[in-house]
């Protein structure tokens, strides 16, 4: 991007963007920053972005957009989004958190006057603005749950006595100074000091390469004796992944602590001597644990999802596994999407085990896999939901496990042993399945976090935190199930409605309509371990495509659709059928001999200056006049059946044939009448959506410029804006012309 740049929006260069709602805020101050950095940072992402000219804007952890108040950047970034797309969609599990006035502003974004400061909520009047339907209520077509039963299971590790000693002194050693570091920052009020402390332990408990990677870096930042800050806002730090916070931290030189370089000396030392004595305690039970599962499952080829904060265990883990014969992959945040999408694959394949990080599982959809080992846990438990959930999907065929690692003896283990207790007993009294079902991925990380370090600096306090922990806990999940009686209760879902779509045929035509085109014109059709590899005749490769959109998802394929230019243009290739031209006799079996007719096939086309809209119908007219559309559809279907077809002959040459063809073409269109004004219906409400649109886009703009200091800049550009202005007109006028087309592809004499 230019920041500097102002004559060019680059928002404008794509038709579509995916983008983090932190990368866009506006922001009021940054460290260093001067006043011209900061509105040019806004301007770039803020200003220039909602002023693009955006149809439809979606908001993924809507939720966060409410803000704690008006004057919250997230809540300002609502509002711009609000104004700059006709349409918004807002998606959250979680919308309402225990704060009516939070989600007051939440639903001020969709409707603006109906939700003022101050209004009264209530569900009648949220209702025209909610759908929703809870997870566990989902069904399929037979009506059974859609989400497979899941277990969760602490493992506690105790170190063997001689065997892992030096593993425990190294706990023990880098708590003590983390105790201390982390004093020292409550003390003096310096918050990245108490960042890092809470780092270093969470590091110590993930492996022995982890915190010896950080050792190393934290005492060669100490021999340079220069210190530098974060440079960026505390606001969001707990809602980074570990692996992201250590690499913040890094980069950066906190100030040391007073003899800090000789106690991380010596703390290197101790690691290093834990790595050359032997393998982790956790690693060995780790190994037990694949073993015991797949002769239990009695499966040698079982696949397992591995989670851990930090690379440095995850390359040790992928070490340790290959050296005893696993092929393991991994996914961490620094992997581009083809490499990410190439990983999924080989997990898909041979692989058996794929060792991720947070950030690598980010968007990853794993139902092939239903066991996810937790090497070491986050400190807040949304994180663990967000892991488990990678495989806790739609199309998931086996209940789901997970197994969650922590070594016996710590402090970690004594929390989580207290506050698992006490959050299922609150959980249960309040009729709520699961954590993920009121917080959300992000909430209260400082929360958790600073209950860990509280116990670690007073470890015989430890009922106590935990206790008044779990009553500001519950108190909050109180609240949020009280503000769940705003949000409309489900509706019964019907399984028909999900039978007609896993069973439309559509897919299966686009498959053999696409495959039968590359056999016969020079292209190369070859199946690959889930789905095609194809060559096209003009040289185009498309590597690990599947026209089923359910192995898309499962196995991180391609999904091809109409949508796909190519598929597209073969549709809108397909040959014209003429008068005159002869009619072939098909005679098919299994259905009854007095079913007698002409079946045909058209393309009903509508054309406009900037769009080509089409539908294909099929039409079936018996021998005496009637037209039966169910078997036009059926005789569709059987038709791509070579086994159904019995015998294939000439039946109608010359003026006989025109005849049938001319016919056939009076009840096409009268029976396309009805598909040709969906189209037409479909093509005015894009015309209308692109004219509320564009109306958006110029108001937006000229309030922008409205805002010009210096006069003769703002009168030249809003002149030019008028121009513009009246050259969209023009072009409006064009678009909202239409022209419709009839084309026959194919007409069959059909007899049983």
């Not at 005492?219 to 210190?227: D, I």
């Not at 006049?625 to 279907?637: E, N």
């Not at 086994?643 to 029976?671: G, L, N, R």
């Not at 008028?722 to 059909?750: H, N, S, V, Y």
Request: charged share 30%; glycine share 6%; hydrophobic share 40%.
């Amino acid at each position: 991007t230019n920041a500097g740049n102002n004559s060019q929006n680059i928002w404008k260069i794509f038709n579509q963007v995916i983008v983090p709602l932190d990368a866009i805020k506006p922001i009021t101050s940054r460290r260093g920053w001067s006043r011209e950095q900061i509105e040019a940072y806004n301007k770039e992402r803020f200003e220039d972005l909602i002023s693009a000219g955006w149809d439809l804007i979606i908001v993924d952890e809507a939720h966060r957009l409410g803000g704690s108040t008006e004057q919250v950047a997230r809540y300002r970034l609502g509002k711009g989004l609000a104004e700059a797309a006709p349409y918004l969609l807002l998606l959250s599990a979680t919308p309402h958190q225990g704060k009516t006035e939070q989600f007051r502003r939440l639903m001020s974004l969709l409707d603006k006057d109906e939700f003022v400061t101050g209004t009264v909520i209530t569900q009648e009047k949220v209702k025209p603005y909610v759908i929703r339907t809870e997870k566990r209520m989902a069904i399929d077509g037979e009506g059974k749950p859609l989400f497979k039963p899941r277990k969760s299971e602490l493992i506690p590790i105790a170190w063997q006595k001689g065997k892992h000693e030096n593993q425990r002194l190294l706990y023990e050693a880098v708590t003590e100074y983390v105790r201390k570091g982390y004093n020292y920052a409550l003390s003096e009020r310096k918050n990245y000091i108490g960042f890092l402390m809470c780092l270093m332990q969470r590091l110590v408990t993930s492996s022995t390469r982890a915190i010896r990677f950080a050792l190393e870096r934290r005492l060669g930042v100490l021999k340079e004796q220069k210190e530098t800050f974060l440079s960026e806002d505390f606001e969001d730090w707990w809602e980074l992944d570990g692996q992201t916070q250590l690499e913040h931290l890094l980069k950066v030189r906190p100030e040391a602590l007073r003899f800090e370089y000789e106690e991380v000396k010596s703390l290197l030392d101790l690691a290093l001597r834990c790595e050359a004595s032997g393998i982790d305690a956790k690693a060995e039970a780790f190994l037990d644990l694949l073993y015991t599962l797949q002769q239990e499952e009695q499966d040698p080829g079982l696949k397992f999802l591995i989670f851990t904060e930090f690379v440095p265990t995850q390359e040790m883990l992928k070490d340790f596994l290959s050296m005893r014969g696993f092929p393991c992959v991994c996914l961490n945040g620094s992997m581009g999407l083809e490499e990410r999408q190439n990983v999924q694959q080989e997990f898909a394949g041979k692989a058996r085990i794929l060792i991720s990080t947070d950030a690598g599982g980010e968007g990853l959809n794993l139902q092939f896999c239903h066991v996810v080992i937790n090497y070491d846990l986050p400190w807040n438990p949304m994180r663990i939901e967000q892991r488990i959930g990678r495989v806790d999907r739609i199309g998931q065929r086996h209940p789901v496990k997970a197994f969650n690692f922590v070594l016996k003896d710590t402090i970690e283990y004594r929390v989580q042993e207290v506050l698992q207790e006490k959050l299922s007993i609150i959980l249960k009294e309040f009729g709520v399945d699961k954590t993920s079902e009121i917080l959300d991925s992000t909430d209260k990380g400082v929360d958790f976090e600073r209950l860990y370090m509280d116990v670690l600096l007073v470890p015989e306090e430890i009922e106590n935190k935990v206790s008044e922990f779990a009553s500001k806990f519950k108190e909050r999940v109180k609240q949020i199930c009280k503000g769940k009686r705003f949000i409309p209760s489900h509706k019964q879902l019907d399984p028909q409605i999900a039978r007609r779509i896993m069973e439309h045929p559509l897919p299966y035509w686009v498959e053999q309509m696409t495959t039968n085109y590359l056999s016969a014109k020079g292209g190369k059709v070859e199946r690959s371990l889930f789905g095609y590899n194809l060559d096209w005749p003009d040289g185009t490769k498309m590597e690990n495509v599947t026209f089923i959109r359910e192995e898309a998802e499962n196995y991180g394929l391609s999904h091809l659709t109409l949508e796909e230019p190519k598929i597209r243009g073969l549709v809108s290739g397909l040959p014209k059928f003429i008068p005159g031209q002869p009619i072939v006799k098909v005679i098919l079996k299994d259905i009854p001999a007095e079913v007698m007719g002409f079946w045909s096939l058209w393309r009903i086309v509508l054309i406009s200056e900037l769009q080509r809209l089409q539908k294909i119908m099929p039409l079936f007219v018996t021998d005496k006049g009637k037209i039966l559309w169910p078997t036009a559809w059926r005789l569709w279907d059987m038709l791509l059946d070579s086994q159904v077809v019995s015998e294939i002959k000439p039946a109608f040459w010359d003026e006989k044939a025109e005849t049938i063809y001319w016919q056939m073409e009076q009840k096409a269109k009268s029976a396309g009448h009805i598909l040709f004004q969906e189209l037409l219906a479909k093509h005015k409400s894009w015309v209308e959506r692109e004219r509320e649109k564009g109306l958006y886009a110029f108001n937006m703009r000229k309030r922008a410029l409205e805002k010009i200091g210096l006069p003769q800049v703002r009168n030249f550009r809003l002149k030019q804006l008028e121009t513009e202005f009246k050259a969209w007109g023009k072009k409006m006028q064009k678009m909202a012309q239409i022209l419709p087309e009839l084309d026959c592809i194919l007409i069959l004499r059909i007899e049983g």
